[in-house]
């Protein structure tokens, strides 16, 4: 009896929030799995001809996808490692200087609270080629003596350059935050305790401070690929809205041309490319989580 | 090796910024530990107990003073080059290593000719974890072993790499009684066989009593006595100590001297001469004293007659306890509420009326003055 009285009232404290994800999260994809199955949709009529997958086989075919898809694991594939391994730097250091830390831990964490447009604005300045100047990065290479390079409208290496610098820059802050406090939260005694034994600096990093914050690093490293793999926003902030041209392109910038952008209003394909990227993530997110079972360690 | 601490005092700035004032937690510290023998460092809790551990590890600098480790001034030299081992109060035993790995972890920082093969490793590893009996542990993590088990693990750890020094901060007082008993003296028989000097600190009296070699007794981060734990014991050089130690708690009672002799309230309690712990040299001038009786130091007498030295109290209990038998009793002088005299439980006498007498064993009675 108290057994389903307990049962009953869990599942209407459970209810708010199952009803919430049903109607915008379960429901919606459900959705977006039979539009992605759904061949020749006409968006006027709501009509379409039969059901097969090959609305995948455009996709998988179309070069904007592709080179999308190539973009998107570049970005992810740099970032993420990259990123985690800069926070965890600045982070280290800012634990090492308690003196000035929260100044500095203020100063890092700007960029988080900072619009990624007006980031991306500033990026311009420091990168776009104008009428008037070449930008403040190309001023600094040609005192070097080097050739001014067009990072916006340039060769792709150069503007993948700037895209992943940019990446790094905006997912920093929040990366550095979470470090900081994880860095802060291991007992110093077991520091004490291999000062007294001899411990070289790099051992007690690798074998104390890096298994001990671990469960925030893979943290870290899973919301950085899943972030990564969604990244759309930052490529226009740089780029514009016109990805495509740009050779810029994202599988989510992809998606969204495919709905709302000029050569839009095709919902089959982009719900194909949405259920492409959802597969992506969910086997890296699986593959992260079998390496994580060896190598995080949680309390 | 033997341990020398030459005037050691340390000072903390006032955590309270506002505060000028610092903190003195080692104040003057002077003492010599023999090699090879096992000294408690004995104290309440915030006399200075740990951060004299911690100077002696290095952890901490001291603001003035010396340390020798043997004829070696070690005073500057940092804690990794001491070649201490210490066992931390919580054990500090490293979360996700298993036992092995963390038995194992000072072995593997050991460089340049010191620097030992796998086998070697696993054959130290083994006999430290064979001395303090947990070979069939090795496998399991920290959070996987009681108390008991997990200290016995910090001491295989702090004792692998062969320390000329071993510190134990407070290793026991995670233990319920009947394993800090056994532990105990486990730890005196480890001692024993490995003979590393070895500091003990406790606010336990009676672990330090049982299985050090000798005792200093810290007060406010002074030294209030350091000898052999039965010398202290016997004869307490102030009433702090005297107080400290022994448990039940010693009595204590204001008193007079007069005319050779200690009087509490009215009765004339004991002859001054024949206190064995009083120091003779001062004379005996006549004033104001704590008059400090042990429980055992107490003999009832049924019928006291005329003697004209007896000690009377009121009487409110009796508690038999086997062997051994409380009387509870108060007297006016006494500083605290209650009195209990433990007397053999055969020798139980008969009180009538609200009136208990008492006669007082001479080496149990140690007399203070008030300053
Ligand atoms: N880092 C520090 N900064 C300021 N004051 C400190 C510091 N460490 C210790 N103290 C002070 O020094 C005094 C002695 O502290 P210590 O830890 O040595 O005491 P203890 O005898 O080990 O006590 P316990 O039995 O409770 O462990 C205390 O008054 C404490 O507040
Ligand atoms: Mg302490």
């Not at chain 1, 057994?3 to 049903?22: R, S, Y």
């Not at chain 1, 609270?113 to 300045?125: K, R, S, W």
């Not at chain 2, 093969?117 to 399991?140: G, P």
């Not at chain 2, 800090?180 to 500091?199: D, F, N, P, V």
């Amino acid at each position: 009896m108290n057994d389903k009285k307990q049962t009953l009232l869990a599942l209407i404290c459970l209810l708010p929030a199952i009803l919430f994800l049903g109607v915008f999260m379960v429901y919606p994809m459900i959705d977006v799995f039979t539009y992605s199955l759904e061949e020749g949709y006409n968006f006027a009529s709501q009509s379409y001809f039969g059901i097969g997958k090959y609305n995948y086989s455009y996709v998988l075919h179309d070069p904007y996808f592709i080179r999308a898809l190539k973009n998107t694991f570049f970005i992810v594939l740099i970032t993420v490692p990259l990123s985690t391994i800069i926070a965890l730097i600045i982070s280290l250091a800012l634990s090492s200087v308690p003196k000035l830390k929260e100044l500095f831990q203020t100063i890092y964490f700007l960029p988080y609270v900072t619009n990624t447009l007006a980031v991306g604005l500033v990026f311009m300045i420091l990168f776009r080629k104008t009428a008037y100047t070449d930008g403040m990065i190309n001023v600094l290479i040609n005192a070097f003596g080097g050739e001014s390079i067009d990072f916006i409208d340039g060769p792709y290496a150069a503007k993948m350059f700037v895209m992943c610098l940019y990446t790094i820059w905006v997912v920093l802050p929040f990366k550095i935050l979470i470090l900081t406090s994880a860095l802060a939260s291991v007992d110093p005694i077991y520091y004490k305790a291999a000062q007294i034994d001899a411990t070289p600096r790099w051992r007690v990093f690798t074998r104390i401070t890096l298994p001990m914050i671990s469960p925030m690093v893979f943290y870290l490293v899973i919301t950085g690929f899943i972030g990564a793999f969604k990244a759309y926003s930052d490529e226009v902030a740089l780029f514009g809205t016109d990805l495509n041209a740009a050779g810029m392109n994202t599988i989510v910038g992809y998606i969204y041309d495919m709905l709302y952008g000029n050569s839009g209003g095709y919902p089959s394909y982009a719900s194909a490319a949405a259920i492409i990227l959802f597969a992506i993530v969910l086997t890296i997110t699986v593959i992260n989580l079998l390496v994580s079972r060896k190598t995080v360690f949680y309390r | 090796m033997k341990i020398i601490l030459e005037n050691l005092t340390k000072k903390f700035p006032n955590r309270n910024k506002k505060e000028k004032s610092e903190v003195i937690a080692v104040n003057n510290f002077s003492f010599e530990i023999e090699d090879g023998k096992l000294l408690g460092l004995l104290g309440p809790s915030g006399c200075g107990k740990s951060t004299v551990l911690n100077l002696i590890s290095g952890l901490e600098k001291p603001t003035s003073g010396r340390i020798f480790f043997g004829d070696d001034d070690v005073t500057n030299l940092p804690p990794e080059n001491r070649e201490v081992g210490l066992v931390f109060q919580n054990y500090a035993l490293y979360p996700h290593l298993t036992v092995r790995e963390n038995i194992r972890f000072p072995l593997e920082n050991l460089r340049g000719n010191r620097k030992l093969t796998k086998d070697q490793m696993e054959q130290k590893v083994l006999e430290a974890a064979r001395l303090v009996q947990i070979e069939s542990l090795l496998d399991r993590k920290p959070s996987e072993m009681s108390g008991g088990q997990q200290q016995r693990v910090a001491i295989a750890r702090a004792l692998v790499k062969k320390p000329r020094v071993l510190l134990l901060d407070e290793p026991l007082s995670n233990l319920d009684a009947r394993l800090r008993l056994q532990t105990r003296e486990e730890l005196k028989r480890i001692q024993l066989e490995t003979g590393i000097t070895t500091i003990f600190v406790t606010h336990d009296q009676e672990e330090a009593m049982s299985i050090c070699d000798s005792i200093v007794v810290m007060k406010d981060g002074s030294i209030m006595q350091h000898g052999a734990p039965q010398d202290v014991y016997d004869s307490p050089e102030n009433l702090f100590v005297a107080k400290f130690l022994g448990s039940p708690q010693i009595n204590v009672f204001e008193g007079q001297i007069k005319d050779g002799f200690v009087y509490i309230e009215k009765d004339r309690v004991i002859e001054l001469k024949d206190i064995t712990s009083f120091d003779k040299k001062q004379g005996a001038p006549d004033g104001n004293v704590f008059v400090a009786v042990r429980p055992e130091g107490f003999i009832t007498v049924s019928d006291p007659g005329d003697d004209p030295i007896i000690l009377r109290c009121s009487f409110d209990k009796m508690e038999v306890m086997g062997r051994d038998t409380s009387i509870i009793c108060h007297n006016p002088a006494a500083g605290s509420a209650v009195i209990r005299a433990i007397i053999p439980s055969e020798d139980r006498p008969v009180i009538m009326g609200s009136e208990v007498c008492f006669k007082l064993k001479p080496s149990k009675v140690h007399v203070f003055y008030t300053e």
